[in-house]
């Protein structure tokens, strides 16, 4: 007989979660409550430009392991612009720019190099980042309640190299600031992408809507006997304390599993738990949890001020990346034509901007990029849409870090998944699917 197994929530860990669970020869079911499946890394047509865009830009990196095992099966791979390797340009306030080219030598020496040629940075920064690079090699990843700033200035990197080289890296990948940021999360972020080896460092960015990566899951699944029930919402879990199981009511109907994942958020799950099915200490994290928001821009523009430039980070601004749509995306020739400029902002930790006027935002990074970029100056902006995701994650100050759950419950067969359950990882698409990858595998292990 083969294994039932539900699954909660269609986002990155819920998609894991069933792949893994095909390849193990279970029968699944997934129970998503939106029209849609990908959760927080989802895309859809503005309906000013007809353009496709993201709920907000997303990065990838070589060493996405789980993702790329999940894009591999659904044959979607081939949408990922890939770089040769690692190459960042920084940008100063004053158009001055700085670049990051790991490509120069192979390998780990890639990353060196890449370091030693930070003309901006003192000869001093750089010897100290190299330094450290040589000692992250052997670190041990424990959390010692140490935030990513105190560890820096323990590793002895200079104010100069936080502010121009770590902090851009830290908000993109942990969404915190230096100062908030758990040191653990950095530490491994380091280890596995920046000094990973030249694959696992090359950044990689959806050339197609976040979506059209998704689009055959649904087909992949129904094609090995399960079953995608979107707009479904699950109402509440059922613990029954005799048998020390769980059955999940979703709009109104009883369901039975020999296995249950939940991939869903934190405070989605704390609306249909009880401390009897989590226990104390997992469920009082969930009303503890903290969110950081991003705030994303699309603008458009009636001409390129990029150059050959796809992607950026812009040094002591409100804005910190910035993306060059038309080279990184696909788009149809009228598109092109009618909007020759397109490119994505990204703003991470954005409690300080979140609460700002969409107009505010739009005019201050409008500002920046033309300090930045002067071939902005010139440029009509046409048109532009703002996304503010206020809990696009949870935010991983070492307290919280600490208490993020492993996959069991005081259920049988009811286990946790997710980008906030311990995962070692950042809450990022990694994180994600590598978690509902590990609950099926852990599952099916007891
Ligand atoms: C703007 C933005 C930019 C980001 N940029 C990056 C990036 O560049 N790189 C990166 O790696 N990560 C990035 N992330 C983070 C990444 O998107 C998330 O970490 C990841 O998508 C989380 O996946 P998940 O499956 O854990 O959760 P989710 O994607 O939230 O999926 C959970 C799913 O569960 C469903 N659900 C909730 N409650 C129920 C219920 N009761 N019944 C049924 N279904 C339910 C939801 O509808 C949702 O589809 C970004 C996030 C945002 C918001």
Not at 304 to 309: A, L, R, S, T, V
């Amino acid at each position: 007989m083969k294994k039932k197994v539900l699954i909660i929530g269609a986002g990155f860990a819920g998609i894991g979660a069933t792949i893994q669970a095909i390849e193990q020869g279970c029968d699944v079911l997934v129970i998503e409550g939106r029209p849609y499946i990908g959760g927080r890394a989802r895309s859809f047509i503005d309906k000013d430009t007809g353009e496709i865009i993201d709920n907000g830009q997303h990065v990838m990196m070589g060493c996405y392991g789980a993702v790329l095992h999940i894009l591999r099966r659904l044959g979607t791979e081939q949408l990922l612009y890939r770089q040769k390797a690692l190459s960042v340009t920084f940008f100063d306030q004053n158009g001055e720019a700085d670049i990051l080219d790991a490509g120069h030598l192979p390998g780990k020496l890639g990353i060196a190099a890449g370091i030693l040629g930070l003309k901006k940075l003192s000869w001093q920064s750089r010897m100290q980042a190299l330094m450290f690079a040589v000692r992250l090699r052997l670190m041990k990843k424990q959390s010692v309640g140490e935030t990513s700033l105190e560890f820096l200035r323990r590793m002895n990197q200079t104010e100069e190299s936080i502010r121009r080289l770590w902090e851009p890296l830290i908000l993109a990948t942990l969404n915190a600031h230096p100062s908030t940021a758990d040191a653990t999360l950095l530490i491994e972020v380091l280890q596995r992408a920046f000094f990973g080896g030249r694959e696992a460092s090359q950044m990689l960015i959806p050339r197609n809507g976040l979506s059209e990566l998704l689009a055959p899951f649904v087909p992949y699944v129904q094609s090995h006997g399960g079953q995608v029930m979107l707009s479904t919402s699950v109402e509440s879990l059922k613990y029954h304390a005799e048998t020390s199981t769980v059955s999940v009511i979703a709009e109104g109907k009883e369901y039975h599993a020999d296995t249950i994942i939940s991939c869903i958020p934190s405070f989605a799950l704390q609306r249909i738990a009880s401390p009897s099915l989590l226990g104390e200490h997992t469920y009082s994290l969930l009303g503890d949890m903290v969110f950081s928001p991003i705030v994303s821009l699309y603008l458009w523009f009636d001409r390129d001020f990029m150059g050959d430039i796809r992607f950026c980070a812009l040094l002591q601004t409100v804005t910190q990346w910035v993306f060059n749509r038309r080279l990184l995306c696909e788009c149809s020739d009228e598109l092109r034509e009618q909007y020759p400029g397109h490119i994505a902002l990204t703003i991470s930790a954005g409690t300080q901007i979140v609460g700002e006027q969409a107009e505010s935002v739009v005019a201050l990074c409008l500002e920046e990029l033309r300090r930045c970029f002067p071939g902005a100056s010139d440029a009509t902006l046409l048109s532009w849409k703002v996304i503010k995701e206020k809990q696009a994650t949870f935010l991983a100050i070492p307290p919280i870090e600490a208490r993020r759950p492993e996959q069991k419950t005081h259920a049988k067969n009811f286990f946790l998944a997710g980008d906030w359950t311990k995962t070692g990882l950042p809450a990022t698409l990694e994180g994600a699917a590598q978690s509902g990858i590990d609950a099926i595998v852990y599952a099916h292990k007891q």
